[in-house]
């Protein structure tokens, strides 16, 4: 059997295009998978889910179990996500809900009284309301009812909460939403500071948002696990 080669003139292929295509071909062939190019696909449903999740985080890591200390560990979710430039109108949704969810349901329902005072308890019911609100502004907003809003989250107590949003349509008491009160009153520590804890000292960092209780001259009184505490107005920022 008589073997024809055929040259790439032959064929009206110029050598030169033939080789860089070999060459790309064998860059693709031998690249690391390391190395292929890899991007998250970010959706509305993944921001809801992650908001969510990072307040459920939240609230496991907070070991307090005072109610208006409990409202800030909350904030301090969309705080830090407002920093980073990463909090969407999805993930703020995602973020009310589980604040509404979290402070309403699973803590105001279970928690005892007498770690917190009267007026610690109604500072963190109306950032439940306020949070609530917050939640339906969104939902109207994006579309999204509250079928899929709970599925987004990955909500594992769908049924209480709608029995909840029920109550929360209706209003009544502690629950009516007519009239959303001002917001919790807090301050950020602008520099690290040390208070004297029953078990020891211990170091607030810098940026930790803290429940503001009172003011007097050039000192202010904040609330950090479950007591009362003073620290320079300089710390802070306040002015």
């Known amino acids: 059997m008589k073997t024809v080669l055929i040259s790439a003139s032959q064929w009206g292929l110029n050598p030169l295009i033939m080789l860089v295509a070999a060459l790309c071909a064998n860059t693709v062939m031998s690249q690391s998978p390391l190395d292929q190019p890899s991007q998250k696909k970010i959706t509305v449903r993944s921001e809801i889910e992650r908001a969510y999740s990072e307040i459920r985080n939240a609230a496991v890591d907070s070991h307090t179990v005072n109610a208006l200390q409990f409202a800030v560990d909350l904030d301090n979710v969309a705080d830090r996500n407002k920093s980073r430039n ?16 979290h402070l309403e349901i699973v803590f105001l329902d279970k928690a005892p009284n007498q770690f ?44 209480r909460v709608k029995e909840l949003m029920a109550k929360y ?67 802070t920022d306040l002015k």
């Open 169 to 235: 349509r209706a209003g009544g008491g502690e629950l009516d939403l007519s009239s959303v009160p001002a917001a919790t009153p807090t301050l950020i520590l602008r520099q690290s500071i040390s208070i004297q804890l029953p078990s020891g000292a211990t170091v607030l960092p810098a940026g930790t948002k803290m429940p503001l209780i009172g003011r007097k001259g050039e000192t202010v009184q904040i609330r950090y696990m479950d007591a009362d505490y003073e620290i320079p107005i300089s710390a």
């Open 116 to 159: 917190s005072s009267a007026e610690d308890i109604q500072l963190a019911r109306k950032d439940a309301v306020r949070a609530f609100s917050k939640m339906r502004e969104l939902q109207a907003k994006l579309g999204i009812d509250d079928d899929a809003l709970l599925s987004a989250a990955d909500c594992k107590i769908k049924q």
């Open 86 to 101: 990463t909090d969407s109108d999805a993930f703020l949704l995602g973020a009310s809900l589980g604040q509404w969810v």
